[in-house]
């Protein structure tokens, strides 16, 4: 059994149709009475048939049934239809997959615009709000750091005269104040980061592996967006298709447009989030889950 993190229901059911060349997606009921002068006897029969939609295990049945009754010298005639939707929901998803892997549609490498890749990362989600607000002035950690502080400085009070010229204990107050300097100038870095990713990206939620970011959206999420970043975490399958290739060399950018600096630029920004990958794919997720 699969436990969806985030299931992208429009993504799905587009394939899906492009399988089956078609979905009914509206359930309806009909009933055509006509009346006529007969003398036949009341009868009934039903027809059951099945529609062309009904390909790779989903579709619609309908079911006709056609009541006569002889009644005051006429024949009422009713036919009555009754169209049945049947719920995809996630088992719309099995049968994409389905497809995916007996046609060898899913690539594993050599990643192109449009390809289905399947992705089984440990993966960890970046929020940009939840990362903004955990490195900011009242974040946990600046807290951290203010706490190091703290502790360095009763530290120092409580040491004699004697301890003060201690060669080795200056050498570790030293490292003890480098450490806190580091770790200032880090957050305000990461900080830094942030915000010009956020600027940058159209999107506040991410995943990151070696080579690929992959983008969240937040309806798509079967929990709240705003718990995942501290929710989840470990080994995660993901199916979804390469949707933009950003790459060091900004070969797929066409020079002769007029925006094309500022595409490099953005290029740019978030191969530098990966320290020195020369290419990323950047994919639309349909399915994670474990």
């Not at 009921?29 to 006897?41: L, P, R, V, Y």
């Not at 050599?110 to 089984?120: H, R, S, T």
């Not at 690929?212 to 993901?238: E, S």
Request: glycine share 4%; with cysteine; aromatic share 10%.
């Amino acid at each position: 059994m699969r436990r969806f993190i985030y299931y992208d229901k429009e993504g799905i059911e587009s394939y899906l149709a492009q399988i089956t060349g078609g979905i009914s997606l509206s359930s309806s009921k009909e009933i055509t009475e006509s009346k006529e002068k007969s003398e036949i006897e009341e009868k009934s029969r039903s027809v059951n048939s099945d529609i062309s939609a009904k390909l790779m295990g989903i579709g619609s049945k309908i079911e006709e049934d056609v009541i006569t009754k002889e009644g005051n010298g006429q024949v009422v005639s009713s036919l009555v239809k009754s169209l049945e939707e049947k719920v995809m929901s996630d088992y719309a998803f099995d049968k994409v997959y389905k497809h995916f892997i007996d046609n060898n549609i899913i690539k594993k490498d050599d990643f192109k615009i449009g390809d289905v890749i399947n992705l089984n990362e440990n993966v960890t989600f970046f929020d940009f709000d939840y990362f903004e607000k955990l490195f900011s002035e009242k974040g946990a950690y600046n807290f951290s750091i203010k706490q190091q502080k703290n502790e360095l400085k009763n530290f120092k009070e409580s040491l004699s005269s004697q301890d003060k010229q201690n060669m080795v204990v200056k050498q570790k107050l030293k490292e003890a104040e480098e450490q806190i300097k580091s770790a200032e100038v880090e957050r305000n870095n990461l900080l830094e980061i942030i915000e010009v990713a956020k600027s940058t990206l159209p999107y506040t939620r991410f995943i990151m592996t070696k080579d690929c970011l992959i983008v969240l959206n937040d309806n798509n999420f079967r929990d709240n967006p705003r718990n995942v970043a501290f929710k989840y975490g470990g080994t995660i399958d993901i199916i979804g298709y390469v949707t933009n290739i950003i790459s060091k060399d900004n070969e797929l950018i066409d020079s002769n447009n007029s925006f094309s600096e500022i595409y490099k630029f953005i290029n740019q920004v978030l191969l530098s989030l990966y320290n020195g990958q020369d290419k990323i794919y950047v994919i639309h997720p349909l399915t994670m889950y474990y």
